[in-house]
């Protein structure tokens, strides 16, 4: 059982985009698992993804199936494998210590359905998220 499994979806992006996320998530054990679910037409960066980290679930899909049905795909395939789940856009950036501040509240509130960090710019301002 993990304590928290991360999931990013991709679209025919480049391994530059994603791999500081991956080597941040992966900074020191945590019992954490990373899902990569890989929805372009051809996987072209599969084994530069696994050569940062071998433990890293890479899935293809068949086709294009939206990052909704594609994080789905991730969140069924670890049904009742971790305490959480959290989803990630291949555009960001998380650190290590704040997904461990997110675990730790998640850990003291207990009854929740959803749990949104503030999110902010490189520089430290506020990025207001409208679609909440």
Do not use: W
């Not at 998530?25 to 072209?44: A, G, T, W």
């Not at 086709?63 to 960001?92: H, L, Q, T």
Request: net charge negative.
């Amino acid at each position: 059982m993990y304590k928290i499994i991360g999931c990013i979806v991709i679209y025919d992006n480049e391994i530059s985009e994603i791999k500081d996320l991956i080597k941040e998530f992966y900074k020191e054990d945590i019992n954490q698992k990373l899902v990569i679910v890989d929805n372009s037409e051809i996987s072209k960066i599969k084994d530069q993804i696994l050569e940062i980290n071998k433990d890293i679930d890479y899935i293809k899909t068949e086709k294009n199936v939206g990052y909704g049905a594609a994080n789905n795909i991730a969140i069924r395939k670890y049904e009742n494998a971790s305490d959480y789940f959290i989803v990630m856009n291949p555009d960001i950036f998380v650190k290590l210590s704040d997904l461990k501040k997110l675990i730790k509240f998640a850990d003291e509130k207990k009854e929740f359905g959803i749990i949104m960090p503030k999110i902010v710019f490189p520089d430290g301002t506020n990025q207001y998220l409208c679609k909440l």
